[in-house]
């Protein structure tokens, strides 16, 4: 292992400019994937993918948020969904997801800014490991939803960090899209995210509700 077991998340959690996210995680790459599942028994992008698979048709198509090397593609893939599209702001991650041949589609997009997709166009969206610190802010949850059809779900996680961060900004954020009938909560399930390090996450689903308005 070429980090210890909490420098990646330090770093990660450090960075302050989009570039310097583009920059970390071009690096990062290389050894990304046995950093955090080798080292670290990542087991979110499963929890997440048989998620969406409980409430969702395997035939749709997915959209895969921040998709990075593409373990959550691959996560999906096994859960039974074939087709994929991803994007993530990383060239680097891209070119390590487009190696695990499960994407139909993949592209180079920042989550802040203005996507390259129409509203509405997919049947499932999934977030694993996307919310938190200076990744995404807790409007990235309105943004996202926008991109899915009516009666369909999103999958996303939160770990220990993310939920708590800001006064738990991010599970405040999905809390007042529920309460505001944009959004049914359908599942809400506490468990392991990084193992080697002790970290833990929640992972969501659920359900777009017709003229939301997200």
Not at 43 to 55: K, M, S
Not at 130 to 146: E, N, R
Request: aromatic content about 10%; proline content about 4%.
């Amino acid at each position: 292992m070429t980090q210890s077991k909490t420098t990646f998340l330090d770093r990660a959690y450090d960075l302050d400019s989009r570039d310097a996210v583009r920059e970390f995680y071009d690096e990062w790459s290389k050894t990304y994937d046995s950093n955090i599942v080798d080292d670290n028994g990542y087991v979110t992008p499963r929890r997440c993918a048989e998620a969406l698979a409980r409430r969702s048709r395997p035939e749709g198509v997915v959209l895969d948020i921040g998709c990075g090397t593409g373990l959550s593609g691959l996560a999906l893939h096994e859960a039974g969904f074939q087709k994929i599209d991803g994007f993530d702001l990383s060239p680097d991650m891209l070119a390590k997801a487009a190696e695990k041949q499960v994407y139909r589609d993949l592209k180079i997009a920042d989550i802040t800014q203005k996507l390259p997709y129409a509203d509405e166009s997919y049947a499932a969206l999934n977030a694993c490991g996307v919310f938190g610190q200076q990744h995404t802010p807790p409007s990235g949850f309105a943004d996202m939803l926008t991109l899915l059809k009516p009666g369909h779900c999103f999958v996303f996680s939160l770990n220990d960090h993310a939920y708590e961060n800001d006064d738990h900004a991010y599970p405040k954020a999905v809390d007042a899209a529920a309460e505001s009938g944009a959004i049914d909560i359908l599942e809400k399930e506490y468990g392991d995210h990084l193992p080697g390090i002790d970290l833990r996450a929640w992972v969501y689903v659920v359900r777009k509700n017709a003229g939301s308005g997200a």
